[in-house]
């Protein structure tokens, strides 16, 4: 059940996109979500769909492995929908008693279920094909600018890859956790919402020692090995753009430029 | 009261590009009151295996059956089951949570449904039977020593009174002395209360003395099942698997290819002990 949560999750294989420098994937990633914001009609979400189903393609991980992760916002999706589809005011089409379903409300409750559809798909591709670590290098080397207005860029980053770094630790954790507590006979499933939170108690109560437990040995580890920061430290796999790299941005710009001309300026 | 494992296959990840197999083929039968130490190197399926035991885990193919039913099939009571199949994990970390140790060995006999006075009595009693001093019942479990925790994780399990004790590497972690003083105890737990015991371990040594049988496990699959005797006659494939026969065995195989006129079956310190003084005398 927790192993359904794909978001922030890698996928180990070989494919093109894995290879890709995390920072075109980042920049890729961003220039998804804020194309998908500009489309205006449905040819426009045609072209970011081909976009998508190639990168989804060419990154040989398995669709089904990327939808597994959309269960998880299921209700999200579900729940923006409904609320786009009966609160735009507009034509009325149908009207359930308070309720009025107008063309501009299913027209934009479509355009939302897709865009979060999207969206999701599009990100979780990055962090499925990009490990943790490359993706916080990625994210220190594209925000180095802003050190200059005294943003904490280094620690910043070094607190997301610790954090994604222990993700998968905490989660087989839990798991062993529940499993410990169930043997117990703990029930995690049924019960009312009360009895249904207080039973988490036997599972909170180890996760967040061990977690403690963990930070600290952690930062006991990073001290005697003179971490002081991101001072004048360098790396040992520097980020170097290859020719791939190149053509990938390429192609995003191409792929920008086909958004702003086919789903937004012709056919409006 | 008899486990059956009925060509039980294990996939973990399944339909991933991680997924491996982790039992193979693996049929067993652990009748009651047995006393068995399951081994394998790390890695081999031990952990896997024992919890397809109380259904934690449900097998990919095959059955589990305890008392002739199919504990995976619909409407099994799965938490009566956990109850009499008592599995005690390999870290007391992951089970210890209440304010102290007496109340959180309550908290299996809670979940049986148990009123208050009847739970605190099992409570005690397992406690007691895991040599658990008074003066720390209403101490932190976090404050424990490992050896203390490793009890106390013990005894909220056996305060459900299970009929089958499944123990994941009681004595990982812990020193020679802590080690001799659990297997100790869990030895006496057999001999008193006559339940089915099974201990994991990947040291022969730790079982050695102690068990009836011994069933070794090498990715995935059993590979030697019977008494310790029979098991360690395989001493070369053992190493060949990583794992290797008690000292003893090869002092005896020694002795015995010195020219002296011992048993080589001699399995447990003490029996190589009575050999040896036979021979010299
Ligand atoms: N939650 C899990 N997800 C994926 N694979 C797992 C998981 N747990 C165990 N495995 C794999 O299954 C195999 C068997 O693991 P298992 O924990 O049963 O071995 P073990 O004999 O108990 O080893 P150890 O002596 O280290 O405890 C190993 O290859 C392990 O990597
Ligand atoms: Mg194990």
Known sequence: ?268 | MAILLNHVNYIYDEDTAMAHPALIDVSLNIPDGQFIGLIGHTGSGKSTLIQHMNGLVKPTSGQVLFDGEDINEKGYDKKALRAKVGLVFQYPEHQLFETDCFKDVCFGPKNQGLPKKEAELRAYEALKQVGFDDEYFYQSPFDLSGGQKRRVAIAGVLAMRPQVLILDEPTAGLDPKGREDILGLISRLHKETGITIILVSHSMEDVADYVQRIIVMNSGRVQFDGEPRQVFAHYRELEEIGLAAPQVTYVMKELKEAGFDVDENATTLEEAKNEILRVFK
């Open chain 1, 1 to 268: 059940m927790l192993r359904d949560i794909t978001l922030g999750q890698y996928y180990r294989t070989e494919s093109v996109i894995h290879k890709l420098d995390p920072r075109v994937k980042l920049v890729a990633t961003f220039a998804f979500i804020v194309s998908l914001f500009l489309v205006k009609n449905f040819i426009g979400y045609v072209i970011a769909f081909l976009f998508l189903a190639l990168c989804v393609k060419l990154s040989n991980v398995p669709p089904r492995f990327i939808f597994r992760g959309m269960k998880a916002i299921f209700f999200l999706l579900i729940l923006t929908m409904v609320f786009n589809l009966f609160l735009t005011p507009g034509d009325p089409l149908v009207t359930v008693w308070k309720f009025k379903i107008t063309k501009e409300g299913i027209r934009l409750a479509f355009m939302m279920g897709i865009r979060l559809v999207f969206l999701i798909t599009g990100s979780s591709l990055m962090t499925l094909t990009t490990t943790p670590n490359n993706l916080t290098d990625g994210l220190e080397s594209l925000l180095k600018p802003l050190k200059k207005v005294h943003v904490p860029v280094h620690e910043i980053s070094m607190m997301m890859s610790i954090a994604l770094r222990f993700i998968p630790i905490l989660m087989e954790e839990t798991d062993k956790i529940m499993k410990a507590q169930m043997a117990r006979g703990a029930d995690f499933e049924s019960g009312s919402l009360m009895t249904r939170a207080r039973s988490l108690v036997p599972l909170l109560v180890p996760l967040f020692i061990s977690a403690f437990r963990r930070a600290n040995d952690l930062a006991m580890a990073m001290e005697s090995r003179c971490y002081r920061g991101g001072e004048g430290r360098t790396k040992m796999k520097p980020l170097i753009y290859q020719s791939h790299d190149y053509i990938a941005y390429i192609a995003i710009l191409a792929y920008l430029v086909l958004i702003v001309v086919f789903g937004r300026i012709l056919f409006v």
